[in-house]
């Protein structure tokens, strides 16, 4: 058994009062990559919150690992837009500790991830002026530029092409089999397979939680 980065217990979560996740659990250890899947408001993006502590919930523990180094892609990041960002600077701030210069070991980890990524040849384009896939892309290096012992990434392959999304895929088990956990969400079912584990979230019709009792292992 692997070390617990992440553990989630019989978590219930509520926006105003409207139940949105109920009864969930789950256990992330190092060196494991998860994939979160369901329907269109199952939840998925509510749960990454919840594992990245943007959201507590409302019955249940989340508990991450004492001094983990958490990294999120959120789901929604027009924010960023409003900022006169190039391609090269968006990945930089993944590397951003207060008070500290970027240095060699974080100059050699963007221009890494920018060739991983093919973003190279885009470095010095303002991340607004790019198109859907190649933005997107972008913000997958900012969060997997991050010296993270977790990785938590709300679907990050959405609007990629197949080579794109292999070239995601073959990061995000490289982080893995460096020691980081890696929870992510999807809808495909293609990219959930690619996972060591998958946890699949009831839809809104759905009278129960399925398939969460696995993914806790003691
Ligand atoms: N800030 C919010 N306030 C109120 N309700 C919300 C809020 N965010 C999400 N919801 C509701 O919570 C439910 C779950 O949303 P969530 O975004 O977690 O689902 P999801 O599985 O990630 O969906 P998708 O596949 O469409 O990204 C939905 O019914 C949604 O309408």
Same mark, same amino acid.
């Given at each position: 058994?692997?070390?617990?980065?992440?553990?989630?217990?019989?978590?219930?979560?509520?926006? @105003?009062?409207?139940?949105?996740?109920?009864?969930?659990?789950?256990?992330? !250890?190092? @060196?494991?990559?998860?994939?979160?899947?369901?329907?269109?408001?199952?939840?998925?993006?509510? %749960?990454?919150?919840?594992?990245?502590?943007?959201?507590?919930?409302?019955?249940?523990?989340?508990?991450?690992?004492?001094?983990?180094?958490?990294? %999120?892609?959120?789901?929604?990041?027009?924010?960023?837009?409003?900022?006169?960002?190039?391609?090269?600077?968006?990945?930089?701030?993944?590397?951003?500790?207060?008070?500290?210069?970027?240095?060699?070991?974080? *100059?050699?980890?963007?221009?890494?991830?920018?060739?991983?990524? /093919?973003?190279? +040849?885009?470095?010095?384009?303002?991340? +607004?002026?790019?198109?859907?896939? =190649?933005? =997107?892309? @972008?913000?997958?290096?900012?969060?997997?530029? =991050?010296?993270? !012992?977790?990785?938590?990434?709300?679907?990050?392959?959405?609007?990629? /092409?197949?080579?794109?999304?292999?070239?995601?895929? !073959?990061?995000?088990?490289? +982080?893995?089999?460096?020691?980081?956990?890696?929870?992510?969400?999807?809808?495909?079912?293609?990219?959930?397979?690619?996972? !060591?584990?998958?946890? *699949?979230?009831?839809?809104?019709?759905?009278?129960?939680?399925? /398939?969460?009792?696995?993914?806790?292992?003691?």
């Amino acid at each position: 058994m692997g070390t617990e980065i992440l553990t989630v217990e019989n978590v219930a979560f509520r926006y @105003a009062g409207t139940p949105v996740l109920r009864d969930v659990s789950l256990r992330v !250890d190092a @060196a494991c990559t998860v994939a979160v899947t369901g329907a269109n408001g199952s939840g998925k993006s509510t %749960l990454l919150h919840l594992l990245a502590g943007v959201e507590q919930p409302a019955e249940g523990s989340v508990r991450r690992r004492a001094g983990c180094r958490l990294a %999120l892609l959120p789901q929604r990041t027009s924010g960023i837009d409003a900022l006169p960002l190039t391609v090269a600077e968006c990945v930089q701030i993944g590397r951003f500790r207060p008070r500290r210069r970027l240095d060699r070991d974080d *100059r050699l980890a963007v221009g890494a991830i920018l060739e991983r990524l /093919d973003l190279a +040849r885009l470095a010095r384009r303002r991340l +607004r002026e790019l198109s859907g896939g =190649q933005r =997107q892309r @972008a913000l997958v290096a900012q969060a997997l530029v =991050q010296a993270a !012992d977790v990785f938590v990434l709300d679907e990050p392959t959405v609007g990629l /092409d197949a080579e794109s999304r292999r070239r995601v895929h !073959d990061l995000l088990g490289e +982080r893995a089999r460096a020691g980081a956990a890696v929870v992510y969400a999807s809808h495909d079912t293609a990219d959930a397979t690619l996972a !060591d584990r998958t946890l *699949r979230l009831p839809g809104a019709g759905d009278r129960t939680v399925a /398939d969460t009792t696995p993914l806790i292992r003691r």
